[in-house]
């Protein structure tokens, strides 16, 4: 307890970059360490196990979309009405959960052992906004939130490197080595926890710049909705093929490298997303240099829209043979999380800062992410049943890229246009509504 007082007190006297860095350094391992009870079955190939025609790998994959894309919808209401107290043992009882489900899996062997996949991804999907939940509304979110997306890239290598150690190295089974990947983690995963839970609320300053950030009833969020609800929409569409095209690259990379006739060492699957993370670390956190809410606003669409020229001109560049594999995996790595990331905090929360509505990114995020991981399914089933069964995963991937990229790109640039004409109106409005009141 004193130890635990002493360090609140600390943190409450640093200036406010020190405190950031603190936590963003412990949002950063806490959702490395999520993904530790996440991913690393995704090395795992389970050759020759089927269910109804379809290989046991691609039954996980569904089920723990379908649990984590249903705990995003279940998590517009609960993330935007989250309170600060509990936060922290929330998080632990979650990932506990979704642990124990892993448990269930390797006890029970085949088929049944699907459902428990159901049960490990519906409380990891809540873990996002929890986290982003202490970082919100504060002057260094961008670094703090470029931290915690980084985790997204660097830990869905680490976590699958490990679990490849598991399997090649120490002979574990396919069944037993997500369990137990997940055991390797929870100690970090603890630590993480408490650490980030002594991070002070916001101060009056971080309010003055990025606006107060207030929990949403129904009624609130109904009307933000309202209020933005084309460009919202847009943003929806453009997010459910970027997470189908990122969870094909995270969920088949073993089989999308085995496409490019490389050999799949464990270092292999750590060594394409370091450089990338510290890319993407780079770049993101460059944005809280530039106070000025609606510049940012804007400047995160160009970013979005860079990352999908990078992802498409590399793959064009592999294509044409001019492009090695590695560099192809490291370049369509970039742009794709170089779009990503800007869905997953910071675009929403310098679109709430720049309109100064009453609100909190929570709702956003988990709106958008609940038909993202739907896309992500629609995207899986359409490999299986669509006409494309016999496509390689690399082939289906390169033709996502290409297809899903360019409509992406045209829906952002309306959605540009839509936010910059929705600002003059409320820019024109605002004189108007002052004389009234004068």
């Given at each position: 307890?004193?130890?635990?007082?002493?360090?609140?007190?600390?943190?409450?006297?640093?200036?406010?970059?020190?405190?950031?860095?603190?936590?963003?350094?412990?949002?950063?391992?806490?959702?490395?360490?999520?993904?530790?009870?996440?991913?690393?079955?995704?090395?795992?190939?389970?050759?020759?196990?089927?269910?109804?025609?379809?290989?046991?790998?691609?039954?996980?994959?569904?089920?723990?979309?379908?649990?984590?894309?249903?705990?995003?919808?279940?998590?517009?209401?609960?993330?935007?009405?989250?309170?600060?107290?509990?936060?922290?043992?929330?998080?632990?009882?979650?990932?506990?959960?979704?642990?124990?489900?892993?448990?269930?899996?390797?006890?029970?062997?085949?088929?049944?052992?699907?459902?428990?996949?159901?049960?490990?991804?519906?409380?990891?999907?809540?873990?996002?906004?929890?986290?982003?939940?202490?970082?919100?509304?504060?002057?260094?979110?961008?670094?703090?939130?470029?931290?915690?997306?980084?985790?997204?890239?660097?830990?869905?290598?680490?976590?699958?490197?490990?679990?490849?150690?598991?399997?090649?190295?120490?002979?574990?089974?396919?069944?037993?080595?997500?369990?137990?990947?997940?055991?390797?983690?929870?100690?970090?995963?603890?630590?993480?926890?408490?650490?980030?839970?002594?991070?002070?609320?916001?101060?009056?300053?971080?309010?003055?710049?990025?606006?107060?950030?207030?929990?949403?009833?129904?009624?609130?969020?109904?009307?933000?909705?309202?209020?933005f609800r084309i460009g919202i929409m847009l943003l929806i569409l453009v997010y459910m093929m970027l997470t189908g095209l990122r969870d094909l690259r995270d969920?088949?990379?073993?089989?999308?490298?085995?496409?490019?006739?490389?050999?799949?060492?464990?270092?292999?699957?750590?060594?394409?997303?370091?450089?990338?993370?510290?890319?993407?670390?780079?770049?993101?956190?460059?944005?809280?240099?530039?106070?000025?809410?609606?510049?940012?606003?804007?400047?995160?669409?160009?970013?979005?829209?860079?990352?999908?020229?990078?992802?498409?001109?590399?793959?064009?560049?592999?294509?044409?043979?001019?492009?090695?594999?590695?560099?192809?995996?490291?370049?369509?790595?970039?742009?794709?999380?170089?779009?990503?990331?800007?869905?997953?905090?910071?675009?929403?929360?310098?679109?709430?800062?720049?309109?100064?509505?009453?609100?909190?990114?929570?709702?956003?995020?988990?709106?958008?992410?609940?038909?993202?991981?739907?896309?992500?399914?629609?995207?899986?089933?359409?490999?299986?049943?669509?006409?494309?069964?016999?496509?390689?995963?690399?082939?289906?991937?390169?033709?996502?890229?290409?297809?899903?990229?360019?409509?992406?790109?045209?829906?952002?640039?309306?959605?540009?246009?839509?936010?910059?004409?929705?600002?003059?109106?409320?820019?024109?409005?605002?004189?108007?509504?002052l004389s009234l009141i004068n």
């Amino acid at each position: 307890m004193l130890r635990s007082a002493l360090l609140s007190k600390k943190l409450q006297e640093a200036n406010s970059f020190q405190m950031s860095v603190f936590a963003a350094l412990m949002g950063f391992l806490v959702y490395s360490s999520m993904y530790a009870f996440r991913k690393p079955f995704a090395v795992a190939a389970f050759e020759g196990e089927e269910f109804l025609g379809l290989n046991l790998k691609i039954w996980l994959i569904l089920a723990q979309t379908l649990g984590y894309m249903a705990s995003k919808f279940y998590g517009i209401k609960m993330i935007s009405e989250l309170g600060d107290r509990g936060r922290a043992r929330l998080i632990l009882t979650l990932i506990t959960l979704s642990w124990m489900a892993l448990l269930g899996f390797a006890l029970v062997p085949g088929p049944a052992g699907i459902l428990f996949f159901v049960l490990n991804g519906f409380p990891l999907g809540l873990i996002w906004g929890i986290v982003f939940h202490y970082m919100e509304g504060r002057r260094f979110t961008e670094m703090m939130g470029s931290m915690l997306a980084a985790s997204f890239v660097f830990s869905s290598g680490f976590v699958k490197s490990i679990g490849r150690y598991l399997l090649l190295d120490w002979g574990v089974t396919e069944y037993w080595m997500p369990f137990l990947t997940g055991a390797v983690f929870f100690p970090l995963l603890l630590v993480a926890v408490v650490l980030l839970d002594h991070i002070p609320s916001p101060s009056l300053e971080d309010q003055r710049m990025r606006s107060p950030r207030s929990s949403m009833d129904s009624a609130s969020r109904k009307v933000f909705f309202r209020e933005f609800r084309i460009g919202i929409m847009l943003l929806i569409l453009v997010y459910m093929m970027l997470t189908g095209l990122r969870d094909l690259r995270d969920n088949f990379v073993v089989e999308i490298w085995s496409g490019l006739q490389m050999e799949v060492a464990p270092e292999l699957l750590t060594k394409t997303e370091v450089p990338i993370t510290l890319i993407l670390l780079g770049l993101m956190s460059l944005l809280v240099l530039v106070r000025d809410n609606q510049r940012v606003l804007f400047l995160n669409h160009w970013i979005i829209l860079g990352g999908f020229a990078i992802t498409i001109l590399s793959t064009l560049g592999l294509q044409a043979g001019i492009l090695s594999p590695f560099y192809w995996m490291v370049l369509t790595g970039t742009g794709i999380y170089m779009a990503y990331i800007p869905f997953n905090s910071l675009l929403f929360d310098r679109l709430i800062a720049t309109f100064k509505y009453a609100g909190n990114v929570g709702f956003l995020m988990y709106l958008v992410d609940s038909f993202g991981y739907l896309g992500s399914s629609l995207v899986l089933v359409f490999k299986q049943v669509g006409g494309t069964q016999n496509l390689s995963w690399l082939n289906f991937y390169l033709s996502s890229i290409l297809v899903f990229l360019s409509i992406s790109s045209l829906l952002m640039g309306v959605s540009l246009f839509y936010f910059q004409r929705k600002l003059k109106k409320r820019e024109k409005e605002a004189p108007v509504s002052l004389s009234l009141i004068n």
